[in-house]
């Protein structure tokens, strides 16, 4: 039985959403796509029709994941604050586990913790968070 359904989301665009109870600790699905380099996944990311959502995920090698390129549902994982899934890297993989349970119906966030480069941070307008958390920091981008 499939876990989860990408659909339209009250945050921003698309998510994904919870078709059956999930528990903490499960491993919900793999973020795939193209791995390749940041040069040319920043070139080729804004050229595309979806360049207003964030469909790129950095590994710890230097290299990324384009969820854009080859990818599935999990690159319409949606940012929250509070996040009630996290990314796990393992041998350039990425898995996405919960990390509470979740209910039928409610929709799987991860916090991004973005990095972006000092230089960039008056551009940070582009990174607002829409979560809507209690304790909303307000940004995608990771604590300084």
């Known amino acids: 039985m499939k876990r989860v ?6 945050i921003h665009g698309k998510g994904v959403f919870a078709l ?10 793999e973020y ?7 040069r040319e996944a920043t070139r080729t ?11 790129l ?8 994941i384009d969820g854009g390129r080859g990818g599935n549902g999990a690159r319409w994982l949606n940012h929250a604050c509070k996040a009630n899934c996290e990314a796990i890297e393992e041998s350039g993989r990425v898995y996405i586990n919960a990390l509470k349970d979740i209910q039928p119906g409610e929709e799987l966030f991860i916090d991004y913790a973005l990095e972006i480069p000092a230089k ?17 920091r307000g940004t995608m981008l990771a604590p300084i």
């Not at 359904?5 to 009250?10: A, D």
């Not at 795939?32 to 940041?38: N, S």
């Not at 990311?45 to 469909?55: C, I, N, Q, S, V």
């Open 20 to 29: 059956r109870a999930l528990c903490a600790g499960e491993r919900i699905f």
């Open 45 to 55: 990311y804004a050229r595309r029709a979806d360049a207003g959502h964030t469909l």
């Open 32 to 38: 795939k796509g193209l791995v390749t380099t940041w």
């Open 5 to 10: 359904s990408v659909r339209q989301s009250p």
């Open 57 to 64: 995920f950095g590994l710890s090698n230097g290299r990324v």
């Open 120 to 136: 960039a941070r008056e551009s940070a307008s582009e990174y607002t968070c829409r979560c809507g958390a209690r304790r909303c």
